[in-house]
């Protein structure tokens, strides 16, 4: 998120990619530690565990950063992506949807 916020004050314009209904599973290191952590311990050997509940839109998150440094929030196409967000241009692009049903059912 930090490497997204400075790219967004950059080009002073938060932004993602065409739609930006692509989503990222997203967590907070912290969260995910104290949610991890009790899990690992009490989980046995070859379980599967997964917290996440399928993503969040970068479009949501270019928004929140938008609202956070009030600048407006821009669609960047596909083909410019690179020139906008860099190396992380390729990342931003992919739709990583996680989904958690096996952690739930278990």
């Not at 690992?40 to 440094?69: C, F, N, T, W, Y």
Request: net charge neutral; aromatic share 6%; charged share 15%.
């Amino acid at each position: 998120m930090a490497v997204l916020i400075g790219i967004a004050r950059s080009k002073v314009a938060p932004g993602y990619i065409g739609n930006g209904n692509n989503c990222w599973p997203a967590v907070h290191r912290l969260d995910a530690a104290h949610l991890f952590r009790p899990a690992l311990q009490q989980a046995e050997p070859g379980s599967v565990l997964h917290a996440a509940d399928k993503g969040v839109p970068i479009q949501a998150i270019a928004e929140v950063i938008g609202r956070q440094l009030n600048l407006p929030v821009v669609s960047v196409a596909p083909s410019v992506a690179g020139e906008h967000f860099g190396w992380l241009a390729c990342f931003l692009a992919a739709d990583l949807p996680a989904f958690s049903a096996l952690t739930v059912k278990d």
